[in-house]
């Protein structure tokens, strides 16, 4: 890969160990690489409803070719795939589907809740759940990886590629919420590179959801997270997983829009 081909917006390789205001604008500025807190939430509650995730009647997979190897409960906004009927269907379920997932963790607080309250608190312009033509979003997805054959290849994410709302204009960055209720001994490693694709990776990206592992250069970082870990990173950035051995990898997640700190941040799986 030449140097012309490289998009130049990159992050620092410093990775905060807390989540404050201070790096909470430093990740969404692009000046440090990641967020990786430790012991988040309660391994014991975290590992209670990874297997209710494991077993929900809402356990799908995502539609494109390199990531229908991955399961989650309840219906994505990627997987819109820009059809009218499909992004009804995703708002009608929006509400009802966080009533789920927040029931899964009764009587406690939901990890996906948690990180909206302390995001809601640290952000300096505070922060709300998205609405899109102003109709509700789901947030709080359970992302489900198979022993040994669920992976995610490098690839993006961008909500700019999934909607042409008014609400997404201005939008700055996108920043990932990943708490981990349980995770692999071995294996299920997320791999940052702290770089966008260039032209030619985000066409791949977007027929079929990720670049042959091959065609890539080695990321600047490999985490291993632990379970009850949250990890926010910028997933405008390639990133990846990898197969894990023994056991399903389990996580709740939430995306992130920020327009700078003068306007709230939104929420959205």
């Keep these: 890969m030449s140097a012309t081909e490289t998009i130049v917006r990159t992050a620092t390789n410093v990775i905060a160990t807390e989540l404050t205001t201070e790096t909470l604008l430093a990740l969404a500025g692009r000046e440090i690489g990641a967020i990786h807190v430790k012991g988040y939430y309660p391994v014991a509650i975290a590992a209670e409803v990874a297997q209710k995730a494991i077993d929900h009647p809402a356990l799908g997979h995502y539609h494109k070719q390199y990531t229908s ?13 820009w059809d009218p009927e499909l992004t009804a269907k995703y708002h009608d379920a929006a509400l009802p589907a966080i009533a789920d997932v927040r029931s899964m963790f009764h009587p406690y607080l939901a990890p996906v809740d948690k990180v909206r309250l302390d995001l809601q608190e640290l952000w300096p312009a505070g922060a709300n759940l998205l609405r899109l033509r102003g109709r509700a979003c789901f947030v709080g997805a359970f992302r489900v990886f198979q022993p040994s054959t669920s992976e995610f290849y490098p690839h993006n994410d961008a909500i700019d590629q999934e909607t042409d709302a008014p609400e997404i204009e201005g939008v700055l960055n996108q920043l990932v919420a990943n708490i981990y209720l349980q995770v692999p001994e071995r294996g299920g490693d997320l791999h940052l590179w702290l770089r966008e694709p260039t032209a030619a990776e985000t066409e791949i990206i977007l027929d079929v959801e990720g670049l042959d592992p091959k065609s890539v250069e080695e990321p600047v970082h490999v985490i291993h997270p632990e379970a009850g870990d949250l990890i926010i990173f910028s ?6 997983v990898t197969p894990g051995q023994g056991t399903h990898r389990v996580g709740a997640a939430a995306f992130i829009a920020s327009k700078g700190p003068a306007e709230p941040l939104v929420f959205w799986s």
């Design 235 to 240: 997933p405008r950035m390639l990133h990846a």
């Design 69 to 81: 190897s991955v399961g989650r409960v309840y219906m994505p906004h990627i997987d819109t795939k």
